[in-house]
């Protein structure tokens, strides 16, 4: 996903050797980046004769033009009818988990999680108040049942009904399990019988390998009950921080009220650059071949992992996203062998990371998006020298 | 300053005619806005031999490079002797206002404000969960003894002890005043022996035509009581959105930590582009360039309601900003005239919308940077001729 969830990356200072492999991200391949398409999509937002627009102050929604193209995309590409007013354009998806954050939940109230997930969606839940209550994560994605039985008031100690649910059920953050077909309609009617608002974010939809995309929640919500976060991050550049939010009016009213204090507003010119490779199919055309490199790259790290790491790891080759999930053998001592793969130069991320209580668990995640193949296979050739004398 | 406070512009619906001048705005004049400069910075700056870094998650106190160029330009330019490590990039002055805000204010804490001031920062703060607490101001700034006798825990009735003032000290918002001399070493002295943190807003400091700028707070401040805030909306355009905060380093680290969960990072490919135009002086320049056109304006817009408003209005050339305050005089129905003014094509705001209880003030702020000599000239007329039949 965005970045390793705790490392050092996340404030770029470089506490590894440059020579060391980042297993412990979920970028994309920075080497990859359209950079030379972007640039002139961005100059001729700059310097058109509209542009000016552009600069002054504009609506913190987001420019028209990109609304109108994002829902045109999820239309064609997601399965999701909206409309532009339904849709807002923020700062990354990080933006979006905190505004919806801001505006879902008050002090105290109660907001459901995954108990294995995204750090930086409970920080955004955290800092606007709410009172997490995590829910497990099993081989068919979020524990449903469990949340069901955690909604109803009187199931829960502290009383207070749960607001929302944060999930991600495309590629479950990080193990990328998809929801099963019958909890997604049982999460459903739950959240319209409890009106509890489920917070979807879908923040790698393009990148699954094996048959079409499933189509989000957010496809089939006639209660609206779902805001809807999705991002260009994965799929053009981190750096570039352009995500948006589908909601029910209302809500990207009240979004775009708190979005005027935090900010003001986006890039607009950046927006209406992005628009325009929306609008031409340039964007679709790079997730195309982006999804054919990071399917080679992903097969790449399954073989070199089976062939140098059988017995040590076990997983299920991931049928979407940037990352690989995989159980460890209980006779690795995990964090000795994850100290000494960084020492060999290459960094993973452990289970213990993505849990909420930060409890030790026998998972490692890693990256294969950012690295080619044969750096993928050296990364992994250094994960086998690191089991050496531990 | 950014635009009118509570005018539809701020989100972008066109509900006034084209041809109307909307002298309401504080906004530089956007056909000026130096884009073809900008475009190639950017282009520079994505395309690179070192972009890709640029594409990547990075710092959230911003790139390296802009910290560095604004600490220097702060440095030459507004003698504030400062350091990368107490810079960091925000989205415009607004994100920076609205992490101070969360930063600094706990739930029920009071929050200083001028009473007639920029309504945008009181929304920060009360969003944050403070209590504003309007204290006066008159011809010489902020009533600082005002301030003070606020500022003693037990005169106050609620007993809270102020937490912070929220100032513009170097053109008063919207009054444009300069904070008299003997007010400013007041105000330091009471922050420091009152652990009171002071939020300088010095939104438009490159504009001032009588003489130099007078240096910010912020440039002595031995007890590191200033949160100085800047922008390059004014000198550049409102649309790109960079700002910046200088503090303590422990304030900075503070709104990093918060500013990861509001957005994660800025833009830093815009960050670096706009960091090669401060260190080749193409910003400078531009700034220069821009302030000999305000002043015309300035003094043309001066001029027109001499000869046109005389006894109407009454004001003192302004030595900075990008506005001019004037009182109205009593006979005249002042809403009236505004609602009159609209139709003839003419949008000016009036003290009701800067005072922090909405009071009617016999006031008119009219925005002079957006428009050139012959365009204020006409916006004058309209002014004068709503005047009759009202």
């Known amino acids: 996903m965005r970045g390793p969830a705790v490392s050092a990356r996340g404030t770029s200072f470089p506490l590894h050797r440059p020579e060391t492999y980042l297993l412990s991200g979920g970028v994309p391949d920075t080497r990859l980046i359209p950079n030379a398409m972007i640039a ?29 193209a994002v829902a045109e995309m999820l239309r064609a590409t997601r399965g999701i009818s909206t409309h532009p007013a339904n849709v807002m354009i923020t700062r990354g998806s990080q933006m979006a988990l905190d505004l919806i954050a801001r505006a879902l939940v008050r002090s105290g109230d109660a907001a459901a999680v995954e108990k294995i997930g995204y750090r930086p969606a409970w920080d955004a839940l955290r800092a606007a108040g709410a009172e997490l209550v995590p829910i497990g994560v099993d081989e068919k994605g979020l524990a449903v049942e469990e949340l069901a039985s955690r909604a109803r008031a009187k199931g829960r100690p502290a009383g207070e009904p749960i607001r929302c649910i ?7 953050y990080p193990t990328t399990v998809l929801l099963a077909p019958a909890r997604r309609i049982a999460l459903l009617e739950l959240a319209a019988r409890e009106r509890l608002a489920i917070i979807e974010d879908d923040y790698d939809h393009e990148f699954h390998y094996e048959g079409r995309p499933v189509a989000p929640l957010a496809s089939h919500d006639p209660a609206g009950s779902v805001v809807y976060v999705g991002t260009f991050s994965k799929i053009l550049a981190p750096g570039l921080r352009l995500g948006f939010v589908v909601a029910a009016e209302r809500v990207i009213e009240a979004l775009s009220a708190l979005r005027f204090v935090v900010d003001r507003q986006g890039d607009h010119v950046l927006e209406n650059a992005v628009a325009e490779l929306v609008e031409e199919g340039e964007l679709q055309r790079h997730a195309r071949k982006m999804r054919r490199v990071y399917k080679a790259r992903r097969d790449a790290l399954a073989a070199s992992l089976e062939h140098q790491l059988k017995g040590v790891l076990k997983f299920q080759v991931p049928a979407g996203g940037m990352t690989l999930w995989a159980s460890v053998d209980d006779r690795i001592p995990l964090e000795a062998w994850r100290a000494r793969a960084r020492e060999k130069g290459v960094m993973f991320s452990t289970g213990r990371e993505f849990d909420i209580e930060g409890k030790a668990r026998p998972f490692v995640r890693l990256a294969f998006a950012p690295y080619d193949e044969s750096e993928l296979g050296r990364a992994v050739q250094r994960m086998r020298a690191a089991l050496d004398g531990i």
């Open 40 to 68: 002139r999509a961005y100059r001729r937002a700059l310097c058109s004769s509209t542009s000016t627009g552009s600069l002054d102050y504009g609506d913190p929604r987001g420019t028209p033009r990109l609304r109108a």
């Open 166 to 172: 944060y999930t991600t059920p495309h590629h479950q």
